[in-house]
């Protein structure tokens, strides 16, 4: 009889659906980059994996990243707080249909760079889904 109810239970057991699998992260590490004379970058890099993420740039104020397996220059479309070295420490920049936000607290460092101890790039999708990815980063000017 027990065997019997053992084997009902077996027979009519759903099998547990696997889980969805994690979508890919959208960015993809940025190769090292060239900069003009005179022009400053802030480089970007995800503080979980120490990838280099992001670069943004000052002239034109833009986001630069791999997005979706394509390099991407994203224009700035917002931003606030006192800049340093011609940063934002709170700017919003968009493509069709993302918003990446970045929180960074930028400090000036005596060789006249700028470190980021803390931040964050937080992408938003257009289904209103986030992500939160915390960096860390280093400005110059060459």
Do not use: K
């Not at 970058?41 to 104020?61: E, K, N, Q």
């Not at 917002?78 to 990446?100: C, K």
Request: aromatic fraction near 4%; include cysteine; charged fraction near 15%.
């Amino acid at each position: 009889m027990i065997a019997a109810l053992i084997a009902l239970q077996l027979a009519t057991a759903q099998p547990t659906p696997a889980p969805a699998p994690a979508p890919p992260p959208p960015l993809a590490e940025l190769p090292p980059q060239t900069l003009a004379a005179g022009s400053c970058a802030l480089f970007l890099w995800d503080r979980a994996s120490g990838t280099r993420i992001a670069m943004l740039g000052t002239v034109p104020p833009i986001l630069r990243a791999v997005i979706d397996g394509r390099s991407t220059d994203l224009p700035r479309e917002t931003a606030e707080g006192t800049a340093v070295l011609g940063f934002a420490p709170v700017a919003r920049y968009r493509s069709a249909s993302r918003q990446f936000d970045v929180a960074l607290a930028i400090l000036p460092t005596s060789a006249g760079g700028a470190v980021v101890r803390e931040g964050s790039l937080t992408i938003t999708e257009a289904d209103g889904s986030a992500r939160v990815i915390p960096v860390a980063g280093i400005a110059g000017c060459p």
